[in-house]
């Protein structure tokens, strides 16, 4: 298991080249599945986005390895505009299904075998975090409801 932000910092490289091509710069992930489905990568001329299909990418505690460069692909600006939204999803309040404030989330935990988000890790607060730890929810306690509040339906105690 790896937190987002250790894949946000892999270098990329190529399969059977020594060196790396780029870094991650940014995870795409699908909601509320929560499975990756690429990542944009940033090389020393351009953006790029490498779709996380296992036959296209291996993912390593050390380094994210594309099996040929001609499966990294162009977007266009808008599209990278767009990806702006999901990055959002990090330090958004959550709330327990009562309407009490739980905290924020700071991280997700992800399997590198998978690219599937296991928990997400919520931050209630310096203090707090320094005393007794963040909190880390199982994604399928985690639900974003009608008013578009992200909320934990749980009946563990928080």
Not at 144 to 157: H, L, T, V, Y
């Given at each position: 298991m790896v937190s987002r932000w250790h894949l946000l910092h892999l270098p990329v490289t190529l399969y059977g080249k020594a060196g790396h091509w780029g870094w991650v710069e940014d995870i795409v992930i699908r909601w509320p599945e929560g499975v990756i489905e690429g990542f944009g990568i940033r090389t020393a001329i351009s953006r790029l986005y490498i779709p996380a299909e296992p036959e296209m990418v291996s993912v390593t505690l050390m380094e994210i390895q594309l099996r040929r460069k001609s499966y990294a692909l162009k977007r266009p600006r808008s599209w990278w505009r767009t990806l702006h939204d999901q990055k959002l999803v990090m330090n958004r309040p959550v709330w327990r299904d009562n309407g009490e404030l739980v905290g924020r989330i700071k991280d997700l935990i992800i399997d590198e075998n998978s690219l599937a988000v296991h928990q997400i890790v919520i931050s209630r607060g310096l203090l707090e975090d320094l005393l007794h730890g963040?909190?880390?929810?199982?994604?399928?306690?985690?639900?974003?409801?009608?008013?578009?509040?992200?909320?934990?339906?749980?009946?563990?105690?928080?």
């Open positions: 963040a909190l880390l929810v199982p994604t399928h306690e985690i639900r974003e409801d009608a008013d578009g509040k992200i909320k934990i339906f749980s009946n563990r105690a928080i």
